[in-house]
């Protein structure tokens, strides 16, 4: 690291901790040339995330996105902003260990299968849109793969 005041290279680490929450180290530095003190921050870099679309077209990864589907989801439902934000932030978690870069496909079935398990309405929702529902024998076709899927005793 290199002195703002006198740019020698040499310098030690006085004091260390976590910042930003967690994202990042603050450090506090002393020059072993001239004594000035000063702070750095470390974070993270974090590699471009991007989802290519059924179009051909690629854009950033938005979680704000996927927030926004599943509110509308379960809009009037008994699910909390707690909840849409964890389903979220376990939605991109999953989805950057897959790579930097995923199909919109992925991004859609992750919802599904998270949002199954916190509301059925919400998830019958989510897939009309998605799965692009054009008749109610589309809605029964998919309650009754849901109902399969969590029935515990099957026949």
Same mark, same amino acid.
């Given at each position: ?11 030690? !680490?006085?004091?260390?901790? @976590?910042?930003?929450? =967690? ?11 001239? =004594?000035?003190?000063? &702070? &750095? ?9 991007? !989802?290519? +679309?059924? &179009? ?17 989801? %379960? +809009?009037?439902?008994?699910?909390? @902003? ?15 260990? @897959? =790579?930097?870069?995923? &199909?919109?496909?992925? !991004? =859609?079935? %992750?919802? *599904? ?10 998830? *019958?929702?989510? %897939?009309? !849109?998605? +799965?692009?529902?054009?008749? %109610? ?19």
């Amino acid at each position: 690291m290199r002195c703002p005041r006198c740019t020698s290279q040499d310098d030690k !680490v006085v004091d260390s901790r @976590a910042a930003e929450d =967690g994202s990042a180290i603050r450090r506090r530095r002393e020059c072993l040339a001239c =004594g000035q003190r000063f &702070t &750095t921050y470390e974070r993270l870099e974090e590699v471009p995330f991007v !989802v290519a +679309k059924r &179009t051909g077209g690629r854009e950033p990864f938005e979680r704000a996105k996927v927030m926004a589907g599943i509110e509308a989801a %379960a +809009k009037n439902r008994p699910v909390s @902003a707690e909840q849409i934000a964890t389903l979220a932030a376990d939605i991109e978690e999953a989805l950057r260990i @897959a =790579g930097p870069e995923v &199909t919109s496909e992925q !991004v =859609g079935l %992750a919802v *599904l299968e998270r949002l199954r398990a916190v509301d059925e309405v919400a998830y *019958l929702r989510f %897939a009309s !849109v998605y +799965k692009d529902f054009s008749a %109610a024998g589309d809605f029964e076709r998919e309650a009754g793969l849901l109902k399969k899927s969590t029935d515990p005793n099957p026949p």
